[in-house]
Nanobody, 125 residues
C-alpha cells in the first residue's frame, strides 16, 4: 500500500514555472513506477509523465516534452515534476500516481494502482 500526497500547485502566469512534489509513504517505494497525470475541467484525465523505479527511464506526453521534467528521490520517497514554460492549457488538477508494473500509463495494463488527492495548477494568460 502506498499513500501519495501532492504539493506545490498554485497560480502562475504563462511562461512561468512550478515544481510539484509528491510525498509517498508505505512500503517499498523504490519498487514502484511513479507518474503524473492531469485533469482539466470537462476533460478526461491524461498522462503527463512517468519514471521507473530507479529513475533511469522517463517518458512524457508529447505536449510536455522539453517543458516538464520528472524526477524521484528514493531515499526521501518523493517524486517531483518540474514544469517550465507553462501555458494556459496546462491548467488542470495534477495527480501523482504509482504502480508496481515497471512503468505507468493511462491504459491497460499499466494503469496506476494508487493515486494522490491532486493539486491545482492554474496558468493565467
Amino acid at each position: 500500500q502506498v499513500q501519495l500526497v501532492e504539493s506545490g500547485g498554485g497560480l502562475v502566469q504563462a511562461g512561468g514555472s512550478l515544481r510539484l512534489s509528491c510525498a509517498a509513504s508505505g512500503h517499498s517505494f523504490s519498487n514502484y513506477a511513479m507518474g503524473w497525470f492531469r485533469q482539466a475541467p470537462g476533460k478526461e484525465r491524461e498522462f503527463v509523465a512517468a519514471i521507473n523505479w530507479s529513475g533511469s527511464v522517463t517518458d512524457y506526453a508529447d505536449s510536455m516534452k522539453g517543458r516538464f521534467t520528472i524526477s524521484r528521490d528514493n531515499a526521501k520517497t518523493m517524486v517531483s515534476l518540474q514544469m517550465n514554460s507553462l501555458k494556459p492549457e496546462d491548467t488542470a488538477v495534477y495527480y501523482c500516481a504509482a504502480n508496481f508494473k515497471g512503468t505507468i500509463r493511462a491504459y491497460f495494463p499499466y494503469e496506476p494502482e494508487y493515486w494522490g488527492q491532486g493539486t491545482q495548477v492554474t496558468v493565467s494568460s
